[in-house]
């Protein structure tokens, strides 16, 4: 099992650009989640899945775009791209727990860094 | 709003001594709480959980204390060794069935050989 796999590692862009970071895993798991880590800030929710066709959002989800048309695949778009979204980012997925516990184990990619010029 | 502090920002032990990451949660329907740990250039990995029913759990040379009452929680990491410097995480959950976790900020612990 290759897990959670982000695409790109590295990535530069322009102010106003737009592109999507890839995560794509491999156990099966119905909940997916995008995280953006910056310094002094931990890790922030921007948004999360449950399943196929269904997104909602997290702490931060202002200028970011998400969908889930498979189980296995979760994409996050950033239409217009800001100095404020460098950041890392990672992907974490897990399975949900019967009967909405919360008690689910993340399994994280290994991220992918951000530069907006 | 929900909310985790996390105590110290950065931790620095002599090889064989004990360290101690405090956290302090404010959603009083918090029910899990798992620690990760972050190496460097990698994804945060879950080391130890407890879940608000248990006071502590233990896994060799790592441990985690609960304290309910005053909604805070603490890793406990004995014996500690080079391959122990990371960054370590502590989260809550928030809202049961929501599948959703507060993190706090990260302590990054550097252990002296």
């Known amino acids: 099992n290759a897990g959670v796999t982000q695409t790109p590692k590295f990535q530069v862009l322009k102010t106003g650009q737009s592109m999507t970071l890839q995560c794509a895993q491999d156990m099966n798991h119905e909940y997916m989640s995008w995280y953006r880590q910056d310094p002094g800030m931990g890790l922030r929710l921007i948004h999360y899945?449950?399943?196929?066709?269904?997104?909602d959002q997290g702490e931060v989800p202002n200028g970011y775009n998400v969908s889930r048309s498979t189980t296995e695949d979760f994409p996050l778009r950033l239409l217009s791209a800001a100095p404020s979204q460098t950041s890392v980012y990672f992907c974490?997925?897990?399975?949900?727990?019967?009967?909405?516990?919360?008690?689910?184990?993340?399994?994280f990619g290994a991220g992918s860094r951000l530069t907006v010029l | 709003g929900e909310n985790v502090e996390q105590h110290p920002s950065t931790l620095s032990v002599q090889e064989g001594d004990s360290a101690v990451i405090k956290c302090t949660y404010s959603?009083?329907?918090?029910?899990?709480f798992p620690w990760y740990k972050q190496e460097l250039g990698k994804g945060p990995q879950l080391i130890i959980d407890i879940r608000s029913n248990v006071g502590e759990k233990k896994d060799q040379r790592i441990a985690v204390t609960l304290n309910k009452t005053a909604k805070h929680f603490s890793l406990h990491i004995t014996e500690t060794q080079p391959e122990d410097s990371a960054v370590y995480f502590c989260a809550a959950s928030i809202r049961t069935g929501t599948y959703k976790y507060i993190f706090g900020t990260g302590t990054r612990l550097k252990v002296l050989a």
């Open positions: 899945s449950v399943g196929a066709g269904i997104t």
């Open positions: 974490a997925s897990t399975l949900l727990a019967g009967g909405g516990s919360g008690a689910n184990v993340l399994t």
């Open positions: 959603d009083s329907a918090s029910n899990y």
